[in-house]
T-cell receptor
Framework: AQKVTQAQTEISVVEKEDVTLDCVYETRDTTYYLFWYKQPPSGELVFLIRRNSFDEQNEISGRYSWNFQKSTSSFNFTITASQVVDSAVYFCALSEANGGFKTIFGAGTRLFVKA | DSGVTQTPKHLITATGQRVTLRCSPRSGDLSVYWYQQSLDQGLQFLIQYYNGEERAKGNILERFSAQQFPDLHSELNLSSLELGDSALYFC????????????FGQGTRLTVV
């Protein structure tokens, strides 16, 4: 069965600090997709990144970077030089090919960035 | 704008009532997913439809039902509502195969009083 664990419930940092949000997943499928979504206080879910199970290359997008390691079943998300606007709940999610591609979410990590 | 439209945005109703939430997927997307986000349960997958047929089922209560119509829009019916059903209900759509990113609607906030 698929499972996503985000052990950090809340993280509080001061602006300009770097912060890493952890995500550990479980799956028996060899073909799967991992996602990160951001949910700002306004409530909508904003897609950040998708990574498939065959592509372990890390990715950087501006201040965001993602570290995908199949050996540890982790897909961690780092925000460099955090800003107040980064304050939100961040969800890691997993979608399995054999599961009809339904997306299962972790519990989310609430990030507070203080000015 | 994700291209997924959910109506209504807000809904307030009384316990015991029945409501219908509507979702229009992105153009061309055949899959529709429903999720419930409550404070204590997080984002829970409810059900998935693909081209009109039920594809996967999650933690959906028997009081809840859904369907996908020939024009691919979907409705989630919630009946005998309880206070605990108050939540944000998201609809998402995606294609199958290569493009598995799910695009989420803005959600319907249901408040049961």
């Amino acid at each position: 069965a698929q499972k996503v664990t985000q052990a950090q419930t809340e993280i509080s940092v001061v602006e300009k600090e770097d912060v890493t949000l952890d995500c550990v997943y479980e799956t028996r499928d060899t073909t799967y997709y991992l996602f990160w979504y951001k949910q700002p206080p306004s409530g909508e879910l904003v897609f950040l990144i998708r990574r498939n199970s065959f592509d372990e290359q890390n990715e950087i997008s501006g201040r965001y970077s993602w570290n995908f390691q199949k050996s540890t079943s982790s897909f961690n998300f780092t925000i460099t030089a955090s800003q107040v606007v980064d304050s939100a709940v961040y969800f890691c999610a997993l979608s399995e090919a054999n599961g009809g591609f339904k997306t299962i979410f972790g519990a989310g990590t609430r990030l507070f960035v203080k000015a | 704008d994700s291209g997924v439209t959910q109506t209504p945005k807000h809904l307030i109703t009384a316990t015991g009532q029945r409501v219908t939430l509507r979702c229009s997927p992105r153009s061309g997307d055949l899959s529709v997913y429903w999720y419930q986000q409550s404070l204590d349960q997080g984002l829970q997958f409810l059900i998935q439809y693909y081209n009109g047929e039920e594809r996967a089922k999650g933690n959906i209560l028997e009081r809840f039902s859904a369907q996908q119509f020939p024009d691919l829009h979907s409705e989630l019916n919630l009946s005998s509502l309880e206070l605990g059903d108050s939540a944000l209900y998201f609809c998402a759509s995606s294609g199958l195969g290569q493009n598995t990113e799910a695009f989420f609607g803005q959600g319907t906030r249901l408040t049961v009083v």
